[in-house]
Structure formats: C-alpha cells, structure tokens
C-alpha cells in the first residue's frame, strides 16, 4: 500500500514537471488587462516580524534576518508551503512601508530566479493558484520602480505559472485545494493581456466545483468552520473580479455563495469568532467580517444547524455543539473525534472551547488534539469516541449519531443528540442533552452511558467481568480559554470562573462523579507554542446499565444582564 502512494506521488510530481515545461511554449503576457483591488488581508505587525528577520510559518519561528526566505532551511513540510503559497505577501503589503516593498521585491525575484522554472515544492495547483492571486493582488507593489528586464521576468513566470494551473488543476484534491488552483486561474484569465482564454473553462470547472462539494446548507464535507470561511473567500474574490470587468458569474457560484453566507453565520460565535472543529481555527483577522460583506447576503434568521452544527443563543450568548459524525472520506484525514463536543461563549469572551488543530505544533500535538479528551465531551478512558484505522492518520472508526434533536422549550433551547462510539466496545449508547436559557444565564447538561438493548446489556456486563469492574471509567472535560480564572469552590463541590469582562460562572455537577481543576492547552495557530489554560474534568464509572451526570453552567447571580465590555481581547 505504501508503494502504491509513493508511485502516485512520484507520477504526480512527473506530470507536474511535464505541465511545466509545456507551460514555458505559452504566451507571456503583455501586462494587465485589468487588476483586481488587493483583497487579501494582512497584517502590519507581521510585516514588521518579517522586516526584523523573524519568519513565522506554520506555527515555526526562524531568525533570519540577513537571508532571502528561499535560503532558510525548512523545518518541515508545511513551513515551505506557506512560504511558496506568499500568503506573507499580504503582511508587507499591509505594512506598506519603503523597506516592506523592497524586502517584498527580493523575495518575489528571488523566488522567480530559484524556481521560476517548475522546480521546488511549490509547483503543485494550489500552492501556484494561491501564489498567482497574491502576485496580482500586489502587483503594483511588486512592479513599483522595476526595469524593464525585471518586470518581463515578472510577466513571464506568471504567465508559466497560469499555464501550468491550465494544464494540471484537475490533480488539485477537490474541496479548498481545487477552489485555490480554479481562483488563481480566472485572476489570471481576466487580468493578464494574452489569458483570456482560460477564464471561461475555468470558470465553468469552478462552478461544477461548487456543485459538488458545497451541499444545500452551505456545508463543505471536510466540516471544517475555517476552511468553509477560505472557500466562501475564494469564490467572492472570483465573483468580484469577474463582475469588475463585467464577465458573467456563473449561476452556481452565486448560488455556492447565497448558501454559505447563512451556514458561516450559523458557525460564528457572539464574539464574532468561529467555532473551532475539525482542524479550523478562528479565521484570520477581519477575513470573516470581509467575506460576508463581499456576499452582499444580507443577515436573516440565523440557522440552528449548519454544517452537522447545532447553535443554541440566548442573550449574550452562543453554544455550538458538533451534532454529527466525523467526515469520512479524504477529510476523515483530518477529522477530530469530537461528536457532541460544544463551545461556549459570553459576550465577547470564550468560557468553554476544545483544545483546537496541533497541525503547527508537530505529529504528537496533531494526533493529540484530535481525541476525544481534547474536546468539551464525555470520553471513555483510554477511547476516543471515533477511532484511527491502521493508518494510524484516519478516523475510520467513526461514531454514528443516532438521534438529533433541537427544540425549543419552555426554559430554553433543547438540544438531545446520541451516538454509539463506545457500543461496539462497552454496550454504551452515549447522550448529551444541552438546555441554554432564554437569557442566556444559564446553560444545564445531562451526560448519559446506557446499555439500551439486550445485546448491549450482555456486552457491557462482559466488559465489566472482564476488567473486575473498572472497564467503564468515562470523564466528561470542559476545557476553558486561557483567559478564564477557574478555582475551585464550595469545599470543592463547584468551579468559580471569572472573565475578563468581570462576568462570573459558577460550574455545579450532580451525579456519582469526581470533581477536579486540571491543566490543558488552548492551541492557536500563529503562536510559537500552545498556551496554558484549564480544563474542569469530572471523572467517574459506569456501573450500572445507565450512568447520568448532570450539570450546569450559570452566571452568578450578582452578574448583571449586561457588562460593558471595552477591553480588547490580547493577541
């Protein structure tokens, strides 16, 4: 198995070295036809990072302050993508200054004259379709005070790099890879003298794009918050740019567009932040707040589930529940084992949050992070509730959600959900019933094991007589933001936390359970190492064929129904 994928990738690197030196017989463009306004976000802080030598790449630092960044050594993979895909572009260009532009111009040239020729690892679809939209986004930036020599080099590998987006899109993995390859390629079709046509085919495989991997809901199969606010980005910046010059918008994308504005929506937290699953973090700054703008979809009703997420609001405050399985497929890759997990938040704080990607901090915070226990959710000891396959990287075991339920009650919104993450291997049906009040004051949870069936019952029972009674020790974890104070209180039968904005909640259990404080990570991309936070963990064991545990977060009393909330989240 393993020599089949080193054969597929070997012969995919051959026919993307074939599709660029085809690429080398294509017309270079004359200039630009037309340029699109610079979109992409960066951020001046960062640019001034740069600037001082300090290069941050997926979550690695290096200091190099006398080096071109294509002369420092990559620490892995993921650091020499992000560096060819030029996202950092948007970060000088945000800063703006005389040396930002210079160091901007050394790198871009640097680049050309080092891979300009279909070498290196940046010669895949997407990394190109990325590099192409910053290089035309900033190209007044780059071209500024140019010659001539430099500017036709300049022309010359955009152009190779459109015509090898042409030729090879089709190897991009569908979903955000192919979405970045198909934008870079109509950016190239509409601004560049020479390319116009490749925007027509282009656009047209960008809308069966958008058939077939955003469903009715606005949903993505990865599931993946952030990556879903990157797609909902790509395709405004495409259906701007083709309306700029006045090029139809294909009927599909504007669709594609119309259904993800309410799902994002739906997936964003009363701080304005989105919810952190399956890999995605926040988003980068302003780029949430940016994209639904570009959509023009003015905010309506917002759903209660989008994307296999249930959102419970009340007052001040939102909790986003995962209320289905794991994704499946390539995105099972990726996916966590996080079913019925939730987030809270109040205001503009996060209370309760899952641990996030380790994706930047190595294999062993990865793999970390995507069980069970780093996530607000009931856990069997020593199993998550979805499970890798011998791979050892894909969730293939994955807990099935058997009832779903969001209602509105008399208190507040109900949500019920089950699944049989550990049937197969205790007898036990887990459940979370979630109650936010109305107000928001108050959020109540009941977490349950039960042995439903007859079957179940007698696997359970051989569980316990094969493990001497101690086979199904399970805790539930609420993990918190590291800016959330947590002590214990009442002789240690409650958790006191108080937020920043100086809003306080009390944490209270009943139940046959243990309560305790313990340490936790609060992983964020763009740092150089997790943060330390605090998680409340409440551990016990099912004994009996059902095990309740219930709970409740609640505002103190003497919090009052609105806090004036002006000081600014740090960084």
């Known amino acids: 198995m393993g020599g089949t994928g080193s054969t597929s990738k070997h012969l995919d690197r051959l026919a993307d070295r074939l599709a660029v030196l085809a690429a080398r017989r294509s017309r270079v463009a004359g200039g630009f036809v037309s340029q699109p306004e610079p979109r992409s976000i960066g951020l001046p802080a960062r640019g001034k990072q740069l600037l001082a030598g300090n290069v941050l790449l997926a979550g690695h630092l290096v200091e190099a302050p006398e080096q071109l960044l294509w002369d420092i050594p990559s620490p892995d993979p993921a650091f020499s993508a992000e560096a060819q895909g030029f996202g950092w572009l948007d970060d000088l260009a945000a800063l703006g200054t005389k040396d930002a532009r210079q160091r901007a111009q050394a790198w871009t040239w640097s680049w050309i004259d080092q891979y300009g020729t279909g070498r290196g690892p940046g010669w895949t679809p997407d990394l190109t379709g990325r590099r192409i939209i910053r290089w035309i986004h900033h190209a007044t930036l780059l071209l500024n005070g140019r010659d001539r020599q430099a500017t036709e080099a300049f022309y010359r590998s955009l152009s190779r790099q459109a015509g090898y987006v042409a030729r090879r899109w089709r190897s991009a993995a569908e979903g955000l890879p192919r979405f970045e390859a198909l934008t870079g390629l ?25 058939d077939a991997d955003i469903d009715a809901e606005g949903g993505i199969p990865s599931r ?103 994704p499946g497929g390539r995105a099972a890759e990726t996916a966590h084992a996080s079913t019925t997990a939730f987030e809270l938040t109040s205001g503009r704080r996060p209370l309760v949050v899952n641990c996030g990607s380790g994706t930047a901090f190595g294999t062993a915070w990865s793999q970390a992070a995507r069980a069970t226990a780093s996530h607000s959710a009931l856990g069997m000891e020593g199993s998550s509730s979805s499970r890798f396959g011998p791979s050892g990287q894909s969730l293939d075991h994955r807990a099935r ?118 340490r936790s990570a609060y992983l964020e991309k763009g740092r150089l190492n997790p943060r330390p936070s605090t998680q409340i963990v409440l551990r016990g064991e099912a004994h009996g064929f059902e095990t309740r545990i219930g709970w409740t977060l609640a505002k103190a009393k003497d919090t009052p129904l609105a806090i004036r909330d002006l000081e600014g989240i740090e960084p």
Do not use: Q
């Open 186 to 210: 109509i950016y190239a079709g509409l601004s560049l003298i020479g390319m116009e046509a490749l925007v027509v085919p282009a656009a047209t495989a960008l809308a069966t794009a958008c």
């Open 224 to 326: 993946n918050p952030e990556e879903l606010l990157e797609v909902l980005t790509l395709l405004t910046w495409s259906a701007s740019a083709m309306s700029e010059v006045n090029h139809p918008v294909p009927a599909s994308l504007n669709a594609a567009i119309l259904r993800i504005a309410p799902a994002l929506r739906a997936l964003r937290h009363a701080d304005g932040e989105l919810a952190r699953f399956h890999g995605g973090d926040k988003g980068i700054e302003g780029r949430l707040d940016h994209a639904l703008a570009a959509t023009g979809v003015r905010p309506g009703a917002t759903p209660s589930i989008a994307m296999g997420f249930a959102r419970l609001a009340g007052g001040r405050t939102t909790v986003i529940v995962d209320a289905s399985s794991p």
């Open 401 to 518: 959600v058997g009832a779903a339920r969001l209602t509105a009650g008399t208190e507040g919104a109900d949500l019920y959900l089950e699944h049989d993450g550990w049937l197969a291997s205790h007898g036990l049906t887990a459940s979370r019933s979630l109650t936010l009040a109305h107000d928001g004051r108050r959020l109540s949870g009941v977490d349950a094991l039960t042995a439903l069936t007859s079957d179940a019952r007698r696997r359970f029972e051989d569980v316990m007589t094969a493990t001497a009674m101690t086979g199904a020790r399970f805790s539930i974890r609420f993990h918190l933001h590291p800016e959330v104070d947590a002590a214990l209180d009442m002789k240690g039968s409650a958790v006191s936390l108080a937020l920043r904005s100086g809003e306080i909640w009390i944490f209270r259990f009943t139940g046959k359970a243990d309560l305790a404080l313990e």
